[in-house]
């Protein structure tokens, strides 16, 4: 790749991070606003946590959607169009009155739009550009919804706290509707940017075959994957939703709790980065087992907490679980790629999306569920260790064999 090329692929990756960041921060905002409802309109957690849920679903189902969008349509036309479903889900919101409402602006318009901004649009391109080191390539990418969880929480709470929850919709929509335009635009020529090729001297690519959806799904590589995201979403959502509330609980103050975690969260920018770099040296399997055992420990460190003067266990717990959350996400992207290369990349990867989105969906309402019928968050967190065990030893089934479909 010639040094203006080798640019451009910078160029486009850094396009994707930010527009991602942008994206994942308005969505991951909701742990704030959660707590807003439930002060407003008297909630159970059940109930405040069921637009996060849907979201999760409606983000699962619409993956297989916007992965055949963006393989005819272009990551450009995509942004352009989830910015502008971004816009009006995050207005409507301000005015909203019912729960159905959240629900449908929140779990529909803002989901389907954030999903035209995120893995299912970028990684195609991405992993286009950068053959050989698409392990780190998607590894930065992913770990822009990191920066937009650890950017979330804090913001989201000062704004809150100075124009209430509904003047922060406000705020939020003004925001995207302003960045829409300069969003789309860093895609304009992204689709004809030219491949990563290999240093002089190094092993020449062997040609590999362009999979289909059909000859996937034949594999039993592809359900391994689906179960993997399925299980690792289910583990961080049983957590990651409710954690400021369950901070709140033990008696810390709601800003500091969300300063603490949004500091923690910060540590997934690394983390995400690290996980999806080593993977290209000690593959996806030991790369991705490795972070599920630092998160089971930021688990643990929440189990432990019981009151607000343990601030050396909400660091902990805030670090460890930042630290690796959402690094499994470039080891699974990666091996998807690695497994089904070529031009239905993005239709492949959002059907697998359908797992995760599923998981997601489950973990979040249960561990709201889960509260009301307990009074705390703790058997939701147990499972959420459990959950992160099954995952680590599907990922490692998934072992080094290369995919071939099964004879119907």
Sequence with gaps: ?????????????????????????????????????IDEFHWSRAESSLAYS?????????????????DKLGSRRMVLMGGCLLTA????????????????LYGVVMTVGANCIGMVV????????????????????????????????????????GLGWRGAYLLEAGIMAVLVLPLSAMFRKAEQAPLETRAAGA?????????????????????????????????????????????????????????????????????????????????????AILAYAISIFGVGF????????????????????????GARGPAVTAKTADLFPGPRLGTILGVITIGSGLGAGIGSWAAGF?????????????????AYAGGAVGFWALGRKRAEPVNA
Excluded: K
């Design 54 to 70: 849907v979201g999760q679903l409606v983000g699962g189902a619409s993956s297989p959607l916007v992965g055949g969008l963006v």
């Design 370 to 386: 889960l509260f009301d019928l307990a009074g705390d968050y703790r058997l939701a967190f147990w499972l959420s260790i459990a």
């Design 1 to 37: 790749m010639t040094a203006t090329a080798s640019r451009q692929a910078w160029m486009i990756l850094v396009g994707g991070f930010l527009a991602f960041t942008v994206s994942a921060s308005l969505m991951h905002a909701y742990t704030v606003f959660l707590l807003a409802f």
């Design 89 to 104: 889900g995050l207005l409507g919101s301000a005015f909203s009155t019912a729960l159905w409402q959240v629900v449908v």
């Design 203 to 287: 092993a020449p690519v062997v040609p590999v075959r362009s999979w289909t959806l059909r000859e996937a799904a034949r594999t039993p590589q592809f359900w391994l994957l689906f179960l993997v995201y399925m299980l690792t979403s289910i583990g961080t959502f049983l957590v990651s939703l409710h954690q400021l509330a369950f901070v709140v609980d033990q008696g810390f103050d709601s800003l500091y709790a969300a300063s603490v975690l949004g500091m923690g969260s910060f540590l997934a920018l690394p983390g995400v980065i690290l996980t999806g770099s080593i993977s290209d040296y000690i593959g996806r399997e030991r790369a």
């Design 122 to 161: 970028f990684v195609p391109l991405i992993s286009r550009l950068f053959t050989a080191r698409r392990g780190l390539a998607i590894s930065i990418l992913q770990s822009a919804n990191g920066m937009g969880r650890a950017i979330s929480a804090p913001v989201a709470q000062v704004m809150v706290n």
């Design 302 to 325: 929440a189990l432990l907490m019981s009151n607000a003067d343990q601030h050396a266990l909400l660091w902990l717990h805030a670090c460890f679980f930042g630290l690796t959350w």
